[in-house]
């Protein structure tokens, strides 16, 4: 577990946060650009000392009053907005600079990076040859291989153009899907934060609103992610079975199963779940004659008024309505002429289902839609 509270001023800017992580998987800290989120990661790292702060990462305290561990004695891996490499050194000796900074038993073996970064056809190259995704594998290389208790990624992508974000993202969902060492993610790109990360602190003007697992978060009328022009829905799932001959997976998540796209691994592979809003529709009875696959019963949760004369319906799959939540953009003379509200049990016709793939057949978006 990660508690961290600090509170000061840099400058003009005041940061009052206080937060709990979990010990593993990404947190990810969201909120618009000046919200704080930089500064919160820089003082994880020691790189900032507000007069304020505590800070525990598993059950070591690093700051306490007058006690503070600076950051060399911080067993922390921290990557840039700008993948600060040593151009005179090759990607090799970039990644042996790395294991020189390692403190304690290598936990995290130099082969298992090179491998899920894919970067081994880079070694020999000198870092000024490489495009900005590349330069961002072997930055996040180098991090690790400094066998931290914690990784620190300050927006990571937010330096690069569309398609070398879609490069890498894959190979941060494997780093996900392998590390035991928890990730702080820094974003302010929603897309980014509903695919990797597994819980979310939620900031706005130097504190901390909100903060717990990515679904619940997404979907939480009090804040302001569900009032977004674009909200979606985040579900964790496992494959059931792949059709071969349709080219089409089954998803069990909580309150029902999904056809998905693709051969999407062997039963039992996780997988994440993006529904966008706009692309569910509800109805009273199950579709008949149309290209839709997925129609599940859903319960009326809830709904909130949404810009030109659009409601937000918030739905929990299953017909008890206990299962997985789920969003619904639709018109207000839609919800009138249906004669919707709470509680009502409905048919949700679900249009698209995108998902973040396993890397070896991500994409070039990284995504599939039906």
């Known amino acids: 577990?990660?508690?961290?509270?600090?509170?000061?001023?840099?400058?003009?800017?005041?940061?009052?946060?206080?937060?709990?992580a979990p010990g593993s998987g990404v947190t990810a800290l969201f909120g618009p650009s000046g919200c704080g989120k930089t500064t919160v990661l820089r003082c994880i790292a020691g790189l900032a000392r507000l007069p304020e702060g505590r800070l525990t990462v598993n059950g070591e305290t690093w700051q306490e009053g007058r006690h503070f561990v600076p950051p060399h004695?911080?067993?922390?891996?921290?990557?840039?907005?700008?993948?600060?490499?040593?151009?005179?050194?090759?990607?090799?000796?970039?990644?042996?600079?790395?294991?020189r900074?390692?403190?304690?038993?290598?936990?995290?073996?130099?082969?298992?990076?090179?491998?899920?970064?894919g970067i081994a056809p880079l070694f020999e190259r000198p870092t000024t040859m490489l495009s900005g995704g590349?330069?961002?594998?072997?930055?996040?290389?180098?991090?690790?291989?400094?066998?931290?208790?914690?990784?620190?990624?300050?927006?990571?992508?937010?330096?690069?153009?569309?398609?070398?974000?879609?490069?890498?993202?894959?190979?941060?969902?494997?780093?996900?899907?392998?590390?035991?060492?928890?990730?702080?993610?820094?974003?302010?790109?929603?897309?980014?934060v509903e695919r990797l990360a597994d819980t979310l602190v939620l900031m706005e003007a130097g504190r901390v609103r909100a903060a717990g697992p990515i679904a619940a978060m997404v979907s939480d009328p009090a804040l302001p992610l569900i009032h977004m022009p674009?909200?979606?829905?985040?579900?964790?799932?496992?494959?059931?079975s792949t059709d071969a001959r349709y080219g089409l997976s089954e998803v069990a998540v909580a309150g029902g199963r999904l056809i998905v796209p693709g051969d999407l691994g062997p039963p039992g592979a996780r997988q994440r779940l993006r529904i966008?809003?706009?692309?569910?529709?509800?109805?009273?009875?199950?579709?008949?004659?149309?290209?839709?696959?997925?129609?599940?019963?859903?319960?009326?949760?809830?709904?909130?008024?949404?810009?030109?004369?659009?409601?937000?319906v918030r739905l929990a799959l299953g017909p008890d309505g206990?299962?997985?939540?789920?969003?619904?953009?639709?018109?207000?003379?839609?919800?009138?002429?249906?004669?919707l509200e709470p509680g009502q049990i409905v048919v949700a016709r679900l249009k698209a289902v995108a998902l973040a793939e396993p890397p070896a057949v991500a994409d070039a978006g990284g995504l599939r839609q039906p």
Do not use: C
């Open 276 to 312: 966008p809003a706009n692309d569910v529709s509800l109805g009273r009875n199950p579709p008949q004659d149309t290209t839709i696959l997925n129609a599940l019963p859903a319960r009326i949760v809830g709904v909130e008024p949404a810009a030109g004369h659009q409601m937000t």
């Open 230 to 240: 674009q909200p979606a829905a985040v579900i964790d799932g496992h494959v059931v």
């Open 73 to 99: 004695r911080r067993a922390v891996g921290y990557v840039f907005q700008e993948a600060s490499l040593f151009p005179h050194l090759s990607v090799r000796s970039n990644l042996t600079f790395g294991l």
């Open 134 to 192: 590349e330069r961002q594998r072997v930055a996040i290389g180098r991090a690790l291989l400094s066998q931290p208790q914690l990784l620190l990624m300050d927006e990571p992508l937010s330096a690069l153009d569309r398609f070398s974000k879609d490069d890498i993202l894959p190979y941060l969902e494997r780093l996900h899907a392998a590390l035991s060492i928890p990730v702080l993610y820094v974003s302010h790109d929603i897309a980014e």
């Open 101 to 117: 900074r390692a403190k304690g038993d290598r936990r995290i073996r130099e082969e298992e990076v090179v491998a899920l970064l």
């Open 1 to 20: 577990m990660i508690a961290a509270a600090f509170r000061g001023r840099q400058g003009s800017f005041a940061l009052d946060a206080t937060f709990e």
């Open 322 to 339: 206990t299962g997985a939540a789920l969003l619904a953009r639709i018109s207000r003379l839609s919800w009138d002429r249906l004669a």
